[in-house]
């Protein structure tokens, strides 16, 4: 069966990085599209980047841009969030999940459980 499993959340400072994985199973990964999404506390799910590998392309949430970086490593099956320059905003639960079409945005599929990442002083 199809899974996602998260790794590399923690606790960092502001201004920091940490490098978020997702390891994929049960699909062919190389010819999926995959996203990050993320849940602060209290909060709803905010969308934080796609990648197309089968069209090369990625897509980043506004909040983000220029700090984060999707990538993939085939070889591996796995998904990766490089984040730099945290702020406390960007504490929340990550999850990563498989996008249903590999071409476009139509919605996901399959979550992992989510990686708490927590960015205080």
């Known amino acids: 069966e199809v899974q996602l499993v998260e790794s590399g959340g923690g606790l960092v400072q502001p201004g920091g990085s940490l490098r978020l994985s997702c390891a994929a199973s049960?699909?062919?990964?190389?010819?999926?599209?995959m996203s990050w999404v993320r849940q602060a506390p209290g909060k709803g799910l905010e969308w934080v980047s796609s990648?197309?590998?089968?069209?090369?392309?990625?897509y980043y949430a506004d909040s983000v841009k220029g700090r984060f970086t999707i990538s993939t490593d085939n070889a591996k099956n796995t998904l990766y969030l490089q984040m730099n320059s945290l702020k406390s905003e960007d504490t929340a639960v990550y999850y990563c999940a498989k996008e249903i079409g590999a071409l476009s945005h139509y919605g996901m599929d399959y979550w992992g459980k989510g990686t708490q990442v927590t960015v205080s002083p």
């Open positions: 990648i197309y590998s089968y069209i090369s392309n990625t």
């Open positions: 049960g699909f062919t990964f190389s010819s999926s599209a």
